[in-house]
């Protein structure tokens, strides 16, 4: 079987057929209640829709690539999504982007993490309806937590979703980025804990 990628689309057509996703970051110190910072759209990336539309049909765009067998499995943050004079005007992701802009890393000690400390695996995942919107999306929603001792000393302003080839750190060998999503800079220290709730809406 023959299989063709090509690059057309229509514009009216973009925001129907594109998978969506949405992001909260919530920020809860030593001792306090959970409250929230960021609210806002992510951008599900060229290569991730590449992947999805291999994974979805068990087919590769090149034989013999291992694309279909992938899975999102991974969180990454970044201190890319804003710069230093503008801290709280992010950078908006690109379609094209393959990677975070600086991708940090977030933990070398904690032996759950992938990729020499940079890939923090999911509190959790759950699916559900979307009531608000008469039920026409399914929702898989994940939850990341970066706890006290993670990331410390950084000023984040990204995140991304990433599609690996296994979720056990010690065997994971493939990181591709899937989603990204750029947010006003938030200062992390070891007094701090960030959640962040990714829905991807289909």
Same mark, same amino acid.
């Given at each position: ?21 949405? @992001?909260? @970051?919530? %920020? ?16 599900? *990336? ?5 992947? *999805? ?12 690539? +291992?694309?279909? %067998?992938?899975?999102? %499995? ?8 804003? $710069?230093? $004079? !503008? ?7 690109? *379609? ?16 759950? *993490? ?9 509190? &959790? ?7 608000? +919107? ?8 994940? &939850? ?12 984040? +302003?990204?995140?991304?979703? @990433?599609?690996?080839?296994? &979720?056990?750190?010690?065997? !994971?060998? @493939? ?28």
């Amino acid at each position: 079987m023959e299989v063709k990628i090509c690059d057309r689309f229509k514009a009216h057509d973009k925001l129907n057929k594109r998978p969506r996703g949405w @992001v909260e @970051v919530y %920020s809860r110190r030593r001792n306090e209640n959970f409250f929230k910072l960021i609210d806002k759209s992510n951008l599900i *990336l060229y290569t991730g829709r590449t992947w *999805l539309l291999q994974r979805a049909l068990n087919l590769p765009i090149i034989s013999g690539d +291992n694309a279909p %067998s992938l899975f999102i %499995s991974w969180f990454c943050v970044g201190t890319g999504g804003a $710069t230093t $004079t !503008a801290p709280f005007t992010p950078l908006d992701p690109v *379609l094209t982007d393959t990677s975070l802009a600086n991708e940090i890393v977030i933990n070398t000690a904690d032996t759950a *993490l992938a990729d020499g400390g940079r890939k923090h695996p999911f509190d &959790n995942v759950t699916y559900e309806k979307d009531p608000d +919107n008469n039920d026409e999306y399914l929702i898989a929603t994940i &939850n990341t937590t970066l706890g006290y001792d993670d990331a410390n000393g950084y000023y984040l +302003n990204e995140a991304g979703l @990433v599609v690996s080839d296994s &979720n056990n750190p010690e065997v !994971a060998s @493939v990181f591709d980025l899937f989603a990204r999503c750029t947010f006003s800079t938030i200062e992390k220290t070891n007094q701090r804990e960030l959640l962040f709730i990714w829905k991807l809406y289909f």
